[in-house]
């Protein structure tokens, strides 16, 4: 539905102005990591039943991902050496993010723990340990899709009565095209 991308689009171009207007107005080191995430949090989420809550959840995840990451990050990864030692380390993080995301009730944070803690907390060949730049990471990841919830609680929300319209409208159109379809093959066949 036209309508419906547009108003995804516009809504995504408002949270990366916001953002930007943020970042350019501070000088945020890490505002461009919020424009880009606060982009890509609309677009994902976007599609679901309920955009709103699936960014927040995602935010609450991130959240937790950047607690866990700084765990990592900073108490585990100097204790190791090798490849088997970061498998270990890093699985019961992992597991607990891919535990979260299979349970339908907590899908939306780990969706948010799993893609952000593997960004923060992620190896390098050469490991940065820099806290400061790690809670700025994580505080634009956090922040940006806070700022994406609020955008479609905000934005035409997706229980407005006119949008529900426009997708059962789209829906009824798209169940008689299907239906007329199969009818007109059945004649051809017999």
Request: positive net charge.
């Amino acid at each position: 539905n036209f309508m419906l991308a547009a108003v995804a689009g516009i809504r995504a171009t408002i949270v990366v102005l916001v953002l930007g207007f943020f970042w350019v107005e501070t000088a945020w080191p890490s505002g461009v990591t919020a424009i880009l995430v606060g982009g890509t949090i609309c677009a994902l989420v976007s599609s679901t039943a309920n955009p709103r809550r699936t960014a927040f959840q995602m935010a609450i995840g991130t959240l937790f991902a950047s607690v866990t990451g700084m765990i990592v990050v900073f108490g585990l990864y100097p204790l190791i050496d090798g490849f088997p030692l970061l498998c270990l380390v890093l699985a019961p993080f992992l597991a607990a993010g891919v535990f979260m995301t299979v349970r339908p009730k907590l899908a939306g944070y780990g969706m948010g723990y799993c893609i952000f803690f593997s960004y923060l907390a992620g190896p390098d060949n050469v490991t940065v340990y820099r806290p400061d730049l790690f809670i700025n990471d994580a505080m634009a990841l956090v922040f940006a899709m806070f700022v994406a919830s609020l955008a479609f609680a905000i934005f035409v929300p997706s229980a407005t009565p006119w949008l529900r319209h426009q997708l059962l409208r789209e829906l009824r159109s798209q169940v008689v095209s299907i239906c007329t379809k199969k009818r007109i093959r059945r004649k051809d066949h017999t």
